[in-house]
């Protein structure tokens, strides 16, 4: 009786490992593909970073001389008012 369920137990432990060795490849497989889509994704978080800076110095620069021009503009009105 307690051989047989040691025997059993053995026999289960026997078709545990086996599986075990059927899923390390393929969790090595996962592995790698996780480790991939974490790499791109840091660099495409990167590249998205740059772009939004190089955006923001663009949008910037335009707000830059739209000011300029109003003052400008501003100085242009009270010169020819206090002329």
């Known amino acids: 009786m307690i051989s047989e369920g040691l025997g059993t137990l053995k ?3 026997h078709d545990m490992n ?3 060795d059927r899923q390390v490849p393929l969790m090595d497989e996962i592995d790698t593909k996780v480790d991939k889509a974490t790499s791109d994704l840091k660099n495409t978080n990167v590249r998205l ?7 923001r110095s ?6 830059d001389i739209v000011l ?3 003052i400008l503009g ?3 009105y009270l010169y020819n008012v206090l002329k």
Request: glycine share 0%; proline share 0%.
């Open 58 to 63: 663009s949008r910037n620069f335009c707000i």
């Open 11 to 13: 026999n289960m432990a």
């Open 68 to 70: 300029l021009i109003i």
């Open 18 to 20: 086996e599986e075990l």
């Open 74 to 76: 501003i100085a242009a």
């Open 49 to 55: 970073k740059d772009t939004v800076n190089q955006l």
